[in-house]
């Protein structure tokens, strides 16, 4: 019988170079499986914290409130409401006017995200009050971002840049809602804190903000009734009871809320006859005595 050498199949160095080989690879293997476990549990975490930390994208705030991982959306009694600057027109256009289109698609998310956390422990809310002048009365159905409601398109009186979009969410649409064209009504400060929800720049640099009573709760008489809905009176039949809905639709092609409805100046009649007078006409003729 052939004895087996050194250096045969069969011998001790061939069976742990075998064997070192074998140890080698699946340690490499691990290695391998390890980094994979190690990225797909930094790529949850990354996905996590930015579904949670950015509510205000459309998929994030679907999916949060479908798992029920949002609190729902509230709102304020005027001594409880969260402090923040009340920001008149002319200011507030001066302070978003050199924002990019970048910068202003940021800042809008902010602002989203803020509304969607109920303010929770800021106190750097940007109010919007002052005095406008009424351009248009909407009401607002399921495809807006308040379902049910009234939203008052208002042109600033100051500073004419600036319009208004006054969202006055409602758990029912009043039937009647009244203001004329023109007229004036006030967005006023504590009694309303109308918080800035959006902003959107058109061609002519002329910028819209949208924005929403946080003051939606009037106090109960008894302490162990919760707070009742609070009532906006703008004149005699234009009253409506603003309740914040827990949830609003998001999506991003829905700022402003309220359409452009043209207006359609007329001009006096004077005016008309004027402009059909030729120039020759407006010379009184040489006559002799």
């Known amino acids: 019988m052939e004895a087996v050498s050194g250096e045969s199949s069969f011998s001790r160095n061939s069976r742990e170079q075998d064997e070192g080989r074998y140890r080698s690879g699946n340690l490499i293997l691990w290695v391998a499986a390890i980094a994979v476990l190690i990225g797909l549990n930094f790529a949850s975490w990354s996905f996590c914290m930015w579904v949670f930390g950015q509510p205000e994208q459309p998929m994030n705030y679907k999916l949060l409130n479908r798992l029920d991982k949002l609190d729902p959306i509230h709102g304020f009694l005027p001594f409880t409401a969260p402090r923040g600057k009340f920001n008149s027109a002319k200011d507030l256009y001066a302070q978003v006017y ?21 303010y929770a422990e ?10 406008f002048v009424i351009e248009s009365v909407q009401k607002m159905g399921e495809d807006d971002v308040f379902q049910s409601g009234i939203v008052i398109r ?13 969202a006055l ?8 809602f009244e203001l004329p064209v023109g007229s004036l009504f006030q967005v006023e400060e504590s009694q309303m804190c109308a918080a ?3 902003v959107k720049r058109l061609q002519d640099t002329t910028m819209i ?14 302490a162990e009734v919760p707070p009742g809905p609070k009532t906006y009176d703008f004149g005699r039949n234009a009253v409506i009871t603003v309740s ?17 409805i043209e207006v359609i100046e007329e001009n006096p009649v004077n005016d008309v006859e004027e402009e059909m007078v030729p120039e020759e006409a407006e010379a009184v003729p040489d006559g002799g005595a």
């Open 98 to 118: 050199p924002f990019n289109e970048t910068e202003l698609r940021a800042y809008n998310g902010i602002l989203k995200r803020y509304y969607l956390k109920n």
């Open 122 to 131: 800021r106190d750097d809310v940007t109010f919007l009050s002052g005095e």
């Open 154 to 166: 208002g042109r600033s009186s100051t500073f004419p840049d600036v319009i208004l979009d006054l």
């Open 169 to 176: 969410p409602s758990e029912e649409t009043p039937e009647v």
């Open 196 to 198: 800035l929800l959006n």
């Open 209 to 222: 903000f949208t924005v929403v009573p946080l003051v939606t709760k009037t106090p109960s008489p008894d």
């Open 244 to 260: 914040t809905p827990e949830k609003i639709q998001i999506e991003p092609e829905r700022w402003p809320i309220s359409e452009e």
